[in-house]
């Protein structure tokens, strides 16, 4: 598996289109993420399945000005998992910042079935 054909990267892509176009919903997310696919950040849970995703994700999205998932800096995938070094960038209230991160996904037919990221603000 390449990683343009990664579930990872087909999700990072459709992520910023959806961000821009107020376009988190769960059917959106479902297209990435199981059902049962529970979303961890800094080892916290921030939703379980699509429809929990996509509020965790529009909380964000009206909390912030931007967001912009950046091309990987390094994506290891194949068919059962993978991880992913980005950056995440954004501002909010006017101030700019990012975060670099370091993720990693389960994958169960061609869906994340599972995704734990750890980020650290950078500074700018």
Partial sequence: M????????????????????????????????TEDAPFLVDGGLRGTGPTEISAHFARIRQATDTVELQPPIALLSDETQGFVHYRCTFTADGLAGSEVCMAHARFRDGRIARFEVMGRPEEN
């Fill in 2 to 33: 390449t990683s343009t054909q990664s579930p990872i990267a087909r999700m990072f892509a459709w992520w910023n289109e959806a961000y821009h176009q107020d376009a988190f919903t769960p059917t959106g997310f479902a297209q990435h993420f």
